[in-house]
């Protein structure tokens, strides 16, 4: 079974992929995190990809289309998309990546938030260098401040974080990913679930039940 995550920064797909991984065995495909691994290693991708996301907009469609495609050859099922599709264009051609690999998506679900509740959460948030697990200055202090309670890696500020970026992002993705909302209803893949005002863990057991898993 493959899963598609959708919602706006913050929105919580990150560590909602997180906990069905653990739980389900899944595994999780973060665009964000493949190219911020690509950005650290200094590759070409990473090179090009750090351009856009410094700005908080994102990499072109055919850069990252070709990056999931070679991730697809190794592992085309059992995944959880956190991040991608982000466009009509990425989104079809993972219908036809999948479809070539005789796979497909079985569940989008889209994580509805407010802005408002959106932009508490990202200009609090904090990153585990190692992990990538995510805590919160203020809602989800960490036992020491800035180390990760699971690894006792670094907690940073992500560089698209900031104020500024914050905005723009939210923008892009009520511009280019929302439309996605009505491309999967069409298709009857669409679970919607709200994500307001409950923890991570009522949160993953509602998304749980409504998947049937
Ligand atoms: P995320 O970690 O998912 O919030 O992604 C961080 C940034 O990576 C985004 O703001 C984009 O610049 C870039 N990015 C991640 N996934 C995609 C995607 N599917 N399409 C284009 N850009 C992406």
């Known amino acids: 079974m493959n899963i598609l995550l959708i919602g706006a920064p913050g929105s919580g797909k990150g560590t909602e992929s997180e906990l069905l991984s653990k739980e389900y065995n899944f595994t999780q495909l973060s665009t964000g995190d493949l190219f911020r691994t690509n950005i650290s290693n200094k590759t070409k991708l990473g090179l090009k990809a750090q351009e856009y996301m410094t700005k908080g907009i994102y990499v072109p469609d055919d850069v990252t289309n070709d990056m999931v495609k070679d991730y697809l050859q190794t592992k085309n099922s059992g995944l959880i998309f956190d991040g991608y599709p ?15 690999l005789n796979q497909k998506l079985d569940y989008v679900v889209h994580i509805d938030v407010k802005e408002s509740v959106l932009l508490q959460r990202l200009s609090g948030r904090l990153v585990c260098e190692v992990c990538k697990r995510s805590f919160h200055k203020i809602n989800r202090k960490p036992k020491v401040e800035n180390v990760c309670d699971f690894d006792g890696g670094k907690l940073i500020t992500r560089e698209d974080d ?6 723009v992002r939210l923008k892009v993705y009520n511009e280019q990913t929302s439309p996605l909302i009505n491309y999967y209803r069409e298709q009857n893949k669409l679970v919607e679930v709200d994500g307001n005002v409950k923890s991570a863990i009522d ?11």
Not at 86 to 100: E, F, G, I, P, Y
Not at 162 to 167: G, R, Y
Request: hydrophobic share 40%; glycine share 0%; proline share 0%.
């Open 162 to 167: 900031q104020e500024d970026k914050i905005k």
């Open 86 to 100: 982000r466009t009509l264009d990425q989104a079809k051609a993972l219908d036809q990546m999948l479809s070539d």
């Open 203 to 213: 949160f993953h057991k509602e998304l749980v039940e409504a998947l049937k898993l």
